[in-house]
């Protein structure tokens, strides 16, 4: 089984409608992280967590929230999804304490916004 | 603050060697090594740490240069498996990592 999950993998969905992505991990880690890929970029960090009372905003927060309702999950919300934020989404993990910050990242979710 | 990554693209022969550049404006704390097959998960290289030795395992190994704010991954006598884009994450200290843009790697038979 994979140590990181996202679901769904794919969505298609229209402009103005709320959208929840989830990812779920039995890796054991505290820190998850939500980042989005726009083809032929790189990674941005949209939220990060690095427990359960720990939420942070990363570079791209704006129109998105997150929830950690435990330590092993960790869910991105587009309040009013647009065209814009079509993009594929990773969901990502590492643990506390190793000095490494090494993050495994889930399989992705491919959003299409129409 | 992003790291910039060179070349952006390189096209090899199977057997060919290649050197990813990653450069940073900024004092680093690690640097990350990724790669990621089209349309899948980025998958964990290896890190390299402040004040720490190059690493690496067979024929794909990295340094870090802290002076320079700088590292680069080498690949020899390349594979057709290594075909992917290449990213660079750092962590300037704040634990949390930042992307570079990625270097595509396409290897030829």
């Known amino acids: 089984d994979a140590d990181v999950t996202q679901t769904p993998r794919n969505r298609i969905t229209k402009t103005g409608k709320r959208i929840m992505l989830e990812c779920s991990q039995t890796?054991?880690?505290?820190?998850m992280y939500w980042y989005r890929q726009d083809p032929g970029l790189g990674l941005q960090l949209i939220y990060y967590?690095?427990?359960?009372?720990?939420?942070n905003k990363g570079e791209i927060s704006d129109g998105y929230s997150v929830s950690r309702q435990a330590q092993a999950k960790f869910s991105l919300s587009l309040e009013s999804a647009i065209p814009n934020q079509t993009a594929l989404y990773f969901c990502a993990t590492s643990a506390r304490g190793q000095g490494s910050d090494t993050q495994y990242f889930g399989p992705g979710t491919r959003l299409t916004v129409l | 603050q992003q790291p910039v990554q060179s070349p952006q693209a390189v096209i090899l022969r199977e057997g060919e060697d290649a050197v990813i550049n990653c450069s940073s404006s900024?004092?680093?704390?690690?640097v990350h090594w990724y790669r990621q097959k089209h349309g899948e998960a980025p998958v964990f290289l290896m890190i390299l740490l402040k004040g720490g030795e190059q690493k690496g395992h067979e024929k794909i190994s990295a340094s870090f240069n802290e002076k320079k704010q700088q590292s680069s991954l080498y690949l020899t006598a390349s594979q057709l498996s290594y075909s992917g884009t290449y990213f660079c994450?750092?962590?300037?200290?704040?634990?949390?990592?930042?992307f570079g843009t990625g270097t595509r790697l396409t290897i030829i038979p």
């Open positions: 994450g750092v962590n300037f200290g704040n634990e949390k990592l930042t």
């Open positions: 967590s690095f427990d359960v009372k720990d939420i």
């Open positions: 890796k054991g880690h505290d820190r």
């Open positions: 900024k004092a680093l704390y690690s």
